[in-house]
């Protein structure tokens, strides 16, 4: 089985932004909801303060989205290459 690296890489992306998203608005609306992830965020996303404004979720969730493109492709592309060794593998144990 073999993964297609765009289509994962969109499914992560938006799943992950979709994520960041709703938390970044249900901050905005309960004031401390999930302040330690947001701080969290803050940390590695950069020009991303945790702010509790909705610019500042604006681009938590652009971030987000682009580290789940990246993270789904790299993951999709590695499995496939590993499923492509362990397939050959597999070739050459019923070949003999």
Not at 32 to 58: I, K, M
């Amino acid at each position: 089985m073999k993964f297609c690296v765009k289509s994962l890489a969109l499914t992560c992306g938006i799943l992950w932004a979709g994520c960041v998203f709703f938390v970044g608005v249900a901050n905005l609306i309960w004031s401390g909801y999930a302040v330690q992830f947001l701080h969290w965020l803050a940390s590695f996303y950069p020009g991303y303060t945790a702010g509790r404004n909705f610019g500042e979720v604006v681009i938590a969730t652009l971030y987000a989205l682009l580290d789940g493109l990246a993270g789904g492709a790299v993951f999709a592309w590695l499995y496939n290459r590993f499923d492509r060794s362990t397939a050959e593998v597999r070739q050459e144990s019923t070949a003999r």
